[in-house]
């Protein structure tokens, strides 16, 4: 399995970015896909996670009501649909998959494929 991160940019705060997800190979074998950020000088930071069957969503407490995951499973894609972004927000951001639904979806150990990140700035 391959993961391919985009739509990454420089946005005002207050902003939306959308970013993109799409997954090659043997997609088939995913269950589900977190999405994580790392900023400077900062350990790996859970962000939401996605099954990809029953399209089951769990967000962490610091992006609740401000982010979204979604899938289009015919296209092998999930999003993060990115609103009210702060400076704080700043970060490299990654996908992640998992053959297996892990119940330890917060770890980053957990996850057995990622992408390459896509670098968000937030400007005050």
């Known amino acids: 399995v391959q993961l391919q991160a985009s739509g990454g940019g420089l946005v005002q705060a207050g902003g939306s970015l959308r970013l993109s997800c799409a997954a090659s190979g043997r997609t088939g074998s995913i269950v589900m896909t977190g999405w994580f950020r790392q900023a400077p000088g900062k350990e790996r930071e859970f962000i939401a996670r996605i099954t990809w069957t029953s399209g089951g969503t769990y967000y962490a407490d610091f992006v609740k009501g401000r982010f979204t995951v979604s899938r289009d499973n015919a296209e092998n894609t999930v999003y993060l649909q990115m609103n009210s972004l702060k400076p704080e927000d700043t970060a490299v951001y990654y996908c992640?998959?998992?053959?297996?639904?892990?119940?330890?979806?917060?770890?980053?150990?957990?996850?057995?494929?990622w992408g390459q990140g896509t670098l968000v700035t937030v400007s005050s």
């Open positions: 992640a998959a998992a053959n297996a639904l892990r119940t330890r979806y917060t770890a980053p150990e957990v996850y057995d494929y």
